[in-house]
Every structure is written in structure tokens, then in C-alpha cells.
């Protein structure tokens, strides 16, 4: 791989990281010096935001000045281009970053309607209208967004993503707004379909989604983070400032290491979901990143370990095999998937059908709040095929594990064994897939709160032949409980700024301040 090395683009010399190019990554950043975790990376300003379509976009929609949910039929609208606002005070309507630029265009199509304010108001087109405003708002981030890359060679007409951006982007904008404006301001802005489409595919490969406390998202696109690679185990957290001081740092992000990066080393984020499998990861890196992807992980049939995407072997038909199948060569998407201790092997499309319609299976079961009847019930069938550590098992036992103590019928020794040995487990998979919490930092949170309850549970409950627990057994276990608050506690040190992360730092709180209760109360130190 040739690399070229060019200067970090603020000139400071003590950056943390340096900018280096190849052919087959582009621009990606490595470290300047050792970096411990904790260390700061990098923080940035986005250079473009802007509000994405809410699930039921006919009740709800995002005010265009500062995103706060507003009813659809009822909310205000703008006085000058009609768009639903949360009131005509609104400061984001005024501000260059946010409305102010975009309203003297969107106002060229000047009648409101009350009927089909989705297909109306499209959200979505608002982010590569924004971008494509830069070339008068921000002369200097027109000039960084268009080093991004676009992959417009996988974006051809005919492609699912280009016909998307075309029918539900590109023809909106052109045809209400770039078609009707005057020659004075088409002058100032160069909107035609093929800059739309080119910025549509920036934003697809480059763009990140920012949760906002009130219940709204946005996509956002930064100059500097996005030349940051992608892998599967991740060696950097970012997080967006959603409450700052100075309105100017809004959606700042901030990117730490989590875990020791060595000088020289790539510096790599995450763009998928670190409990999917390889298979899920991989495919929704092409269809949305267009590259297939080599890391560790997605190299590694056994994914570091875990086991993560295994299926047990069924034997052949005349007699049972207790091996299990894992992909020959996990970067080819045809591979046969092999026996590690018989000769029986299975195609990569038997598998694909067969976990797919696990996948919809659990997700039914799991959106329906389903109960500890089902969830067991689940696990037991699904358990005929899948390894144990099978990601569809785990996000089943995540939830099983939240039920688990918290039922009348379900807090017996045997239940609590059950529910301690079902934490350990996960938080082992949990922790070889992101030792530093870069991605799964709430997941971990909850798996070491539910394993402290189920400790100090333990505690609470007299033996099976109903005598007391001794002093020495009480300790063993209120250490480990100790432990594992704390542990939960930590892992959430960087996701206070999001409301989950607020929520559940209550809930450990109050499960803190009630086990040092009764640790006092039964004069026991740990």
C-alpha cells in the first residue's frame, strides 16, 4: 500500500493525529504520539446539519429552526417560507446555520397546504439543500464537503440509492425550488441535479446521526472526522455536544480513545452495529459504505472469540455431531460454512435464509415486549441451531435478563443462578467484542446493574432450607455486587448528554445508595 503523508491541516504540531492518504482507503488518520484511553483525538464543529423526517411524519415533524418536535396539522409555520415551526421566535429561524439561509429558497414555492405534509415538507432534502448553500454561506466548508467522497461510481442510475435520491430528493428540490428562482439568487447557487446527486452520496457515506434529547435526529457532516476509518472493534468513542454554553458549539464532536492506540496506528471508528455478525455487518457496509471490510473481526471466523455468528452442526442425517459451523473465509460472501468436528458443511445461503428468519422471529417477539414464557421458549428453539453466543441469543437474553428478579414468580436461587450466569456470559462476549465501550457502553451498564441486583438479591433471600446466609457468603457476593454497580457506573462516564444515559445513571444511583444501605445496616464492608 503506497501512503502519502501530509501535514495535520491545522499546522499545530502537537496534534494527536496525522492525516495520511492511500488508494485503497483515501484519507485516514493515525496516531502522532501514544494515546491512552481517555486521551482527546480530535473536536470539531459539524460543518452541516440538518433535521431527519420523524417516523410518522403526518403527526410529527422537527421545527426547521431548532428541531423540537412539533404537531403537524396544529404547529406554526414560518412567515416567510410556510415550514412547520415550534413559533415564529424561534432563534434558529434567524441563524445562517440553521433556517436563515435555506428560507429565502424553500420561500420561492409560496402556497401552505394542509394535506399530505409529508410528501410537502421533506425533511430529509434539507440536509443536501443546506450543503449545497455553502457555496455562498461558507465558501471554505463548500470546499472541505467536496473532498468527501461520494462514490458516485456506485451510484448510477438504476441503482437503489441513486432512484432514491432522484424521486425522493434531487426532483423535490429542483422542480418546487431551484426551477422557480430568480436569476440573482441562481447566481449565487449552483443546484442542478448532478451537484444534488453528488452531495447525496457524501452524505450517505460520510454523514453521522445525532439523537436529540427531545426525541428528534439529525445527520450531520464534519470536515475532519470523517476521514476516520471504519473497523468492526473500534479504538475511538464520539460523542456530540447537545447542551453547550455558547450556541456556536452545538452538535461539536468530540472523539477519545478508548483503548491504548501506538503512535503510528490507524485511528478507526464504527459504522455498523457491533452486535450484528459478521455477515450483517459486511453486507450493510457495502450497500451503505461501499467497501467490504477486512478488520480483525470480520477476518476472525470465531469474531475474537465470541462466536458471535455460530450455528451448531446437526450432524448428517445418520448419526448427531456437537461441532459447530463457522464460515471457511468469512470475507467471501459465498463461502460453505464448516464442521469443526465432522466433514458436514452447509451453504452460505442455507445460513443467510435460516438466520434471517431467526431475525424476524426474535425482532416480532422482542418488539412485542414479549415475556419471560416466550423469550425462554424462543431460546429453547432457537438454541437447536445456534451457538450459545449467537446474537440473536443475546439480544433474547439482554431482554431476559431485564425480567429475570423483577417478577414475583421468577426470584427463587434457582432463577437468580440463572440470570448471574446469563450476565457473566454476555458481559464476557460484550467485553472481547468493545473493551473500550466505544459502541456497547450501554448494554454493559445494564448487564453489570442486573448482575448487582441479582447478587444482592441472593443476599436478601434466605437459603433453600431456609436458614440465614452466612457472613462469609454475604461478603462474596456483595464484593462482586460492589464491583459490578461501579463497573456500570464508569461505563456510562461518556453518555450523560443523551437521555438514556441520563436515565439509567438515575437508576444506578438509587441502586448505589440502597446497597451501601444495607451493607450498613448489616454492618458488612466490602
Known sequence: MSEMQTSPENGISNEPYEVLSSEELGKYLVAARDLTPGDLVLTERPLVFAPKAMPDPEAVMPCVGCYKPIFTDAGERCAKCGWPVCSGNCPGLKDIRHHAAECEVLSVRPDCVLNDMADYYRHDALLPLRCALLQKTDPEGWKKLLEMQSHMECRT?????????????????INNFASKLDDKIK?????????????????????LEIRLPQGTELNALYSETYKMEHSCTPNTKHTFSLTPKDRKDLYTITIKAVVPIVK?????????????????????????????????????????????????CLGDGTKPCDGIHLPEDPLDDETDWACNKCSVKVSNSQVNMVISQMGE??????????????????????????????YHLYSIKHSLIQLYGRQPAYTSHEILDKKIKMCRDLIAITKALDPGNARLSLYNSILHHELHSALVMKCKIRNEDCSAKKVEDLKLYLAEAKTAIDIALSSLKDDMEEVSGKKLQDVLNNSKRDFEKYCKEKKISV
Open 157 to 173: 442510475p438504476g441503482t437503489e440509492a441513486y432512484d432514491e435520491a432522484d424521486e425522493f430528493i434531487v426532483e423535490y428540490l
Open 187 to 207: 447566481k449565487l447557487y449552483d443546484i442542478t441535479p448532478e451537484l444534488l446527486h453528488r452531495i447525496c452520496g457524501i452524505i450517505d457515506t460520510n454523514a
Open 264 to 312: 503510528g496506528h490507524h485511528i478507526s471508528t464504527m459504522y455498523s452495529h457491533a452486535l450484528w455478525g459478521t455477515q450483517a455487518r459486511r453486507q450493510h457496509l457495502k450497500d451503505t459504505k461501499y467497501f467490504s471490510c477486512k478488520c480483525q473481526r470480520c477476518s476472525d471466523p470465531t469474531e475474537l472469540g465470541t462466536y458471535l455468528s455460530a450455528m451448531k
Open 361 to 390: 422471529e426474535v425482532e416480532n417477539v422482542l418488539m412485542m415486549g414479549g415475556s419471560i414464557t416466550m423469550l425462554e421458549n424462543l431460546i429453547c428453539r432457537l438454541s437447536t441451531f445456534l451457538h450459545p453466543n449467537h
